[in-house]
């Protein structure tokens, strides 16, 4: 009786460590992981990695809550073995649905609710163990991200998208809140700075060159964008320029997402026009016109008005993550 106890309490304990740290993750300002990275904290700069990691953070706290839920099961089927010998089955039923509030309660709802209300100060104080778990389950968590890395490619989703969206509204936030007490920390100062620093360049650091960039034809079918999507995960695909009645260069491209949630592939793909900047266009103008306009690619123009490459509005927000 006394090792189900022990056995109970340590099921209880990491199912609330794993209940709350899962919620706290989920509810922790990355800006405030950035910024505290950036002025040298080692949690901080742990935390943001597995911010940047959800993938091995996710499966860590899913094994660990099922082997919290194993051992509390356990425990309490080997206390009805002693408690009420005689019942049986219906006595591991009945005390299992006796404690199963308790286990809610302790397990779930209490630890969520604290993590809730100071998510950054509890998975600061919890950051040690959550390495330690990580180590520890390392091993099923790794069969985990194969598995999830697996469907990805066969469905051709990716989390990418929504990552960027994300990171936008945060930096966007931030310097909001910046401009409204009207002083930046450190921190904040670095990442303005970084801002400033990539808003000068040209684009043609940043764009893809027209001989890596795969682009379909203006013949190519729907089948064609779905398979290039799935391929390499990319939802904009530019078309080839073509020669319109005016002799002058049309540039377009298509979204495979457009096409997904068409019931009936149409014949002729449903293109839009494609935004035009020159090698020199400096990043920030660049990375302003395409957010403005909810444009995801444009093409890049060199010296002599031909397509020179391909730029995507994710690899201009990404090139601002990892300046800072």
């Not at 969520?112 to 091993?139: E, N």
Request: charged fraction near 20%.
């Amino acid at each position: 009786m006394t090792y189900a106890v022990i056995i109970f309490l340590v099921g209880l304990a990491l199912s609330a460590f794993f209940s709350g740290t899962e919620t706290g993750y989920y509810r922790v300002p990355r800006m405030r992981l950035v910024i505290d990275a950036v002025g040298g904290d080692r949690t901080a700069r742990g935390l943001l990695w597995a911010s940047n990691h959800p993938e091995a953070f996710v499966a860590t706290a899913l094994v660990g809550n099922n082997i919290a839920n194993y051992l509390a099961s356990s425990a309490i089927v080997g206390a009805a073995g002693v408690l009420l010998p005689a019942a049986g089955l219906a006595g591991e039923v009945a005390l299992t649905l006796l404690f199963a509030p308790v286990v809610f309660i302790f397990g779930e709802l209490l630890p969520k609710r604290t993590f809730l209300k100071a998510p950054y100060r509890f998975l600061r104080r919890c950051s040690g163990a959550l390495a330690v778990a990580g180590i520890i389950l390392a091993a099923p968590t790794f069969l985990l991200w194969v598995v999830s890395r697996a469907l990805s490619v066969v469905t051709g989703s990716s989390i990418q998208p929504l990552r960027m969206a994300v990171r936008r509204r945060e930096l966007t936030d931030a310097f909001a809140e910046g401009q409204a007490v009207g002083l930046l920390s450190p921190a904040q100062r670095e990442l303005a700075q970084a801002t400033f620093s990539l808003g000068g360049k040209p684009l043609r650091e940043f764009m893809t060159p027209v001989a890596r960039q795969p682009r379909l034809t203006a013949r190519a079918e729907a089948e064609d964008v779905l398979r290039l999507a799935r391929r390499h995960q990319v939802d904009a695909w530019p078309i080839e320029p073509s020669t319109i009645d005016e002799g002058e260069s049309r540039y377009a491209y298509v979204r495979a997402s457009r096409l997904v949630t068409t019931k009936d592939l149409p014949p002729d793909l449903p293109t839009e026009p494609l935004m035009v900047f020159s090698e020199s266009t400096p990043y920030l103008h660049a990375l302003t016109q395409l957010e403005s306009s909810g444009t995801p690619m444009a093409a890049v123009l060199g010296a002599n008005r031909r397509v020179t490459g391909y730029v995507y509005v994710e690899r201009l927000q990404q090139a601002l993550w990892e300046t800072t």
